[in-house]
């Protein structure tokens, strides 16, 4: 069954750094676009970074453009998103997601173009 598990969130202060993995198991997904996202309490799901199969392409939000990376291991089959000069408006629950779409900017920073999500992980940024 395919899955896949956040780590890395937590509490830091503002300024701080956290890096989020995404651990991705039960199938491939070398084909497939991996991307982050966040909810923050009371507020809709929003696209924070996405990366293409090869690696190749990178996406983000302007909110995070600057401050934060993406990344993929396609041998290790894990998504990293480095994330410094954290503010306290980035705290939410981040989640990783993977979509069977192609590499359409029009898509990439929609929820529905993404087939797998992992439970998300706390990130909480104090000032």
């Known amino acids: 069954q395919a899955q896949l598990v956040e780590s890395g969130g937590g509490l830091v202060q503002a300024g701080g750094s956290l890096r989020l993995s995404c651990a991705a198991s039960g199938r491939t997904f070398s084909t497939y676009i991996m991307g982050w996202f966040r909810q923050a309490p009371g507020k809709e799901r929003e696209f924070v970074a996405a990366?293409?199969?090869?690696?190749?392409?990178?996406s983000y939000a302007d909110s995070v453009k600057g401050r934060f990376t993406i990344s993929r291991d396609k041998s290790k089959n894990t998504v990293n998103l480095q994330m410094n000069s954290l503010k306290p408006e980035d705290t939410a629950v981040y989640f990783c997601?993977?979509?069977?779409?192609?590499?359409?900017?029009?898509?990439?920073?929609?929820?529905?173009?993404?087939?797998?999500w992992g439970q998300g992980t706390q990130v909480t940024v104090s000032s």
């Open positions: 997601a993977a979509g069977g779409v192609g590499w359409l900017p029009s898509r990439i920073g929609k929820s529905t173009s993404y087939d797998y």
């Open positions: 990366v293409s199969s090869g690696g190749g392409s990178t």
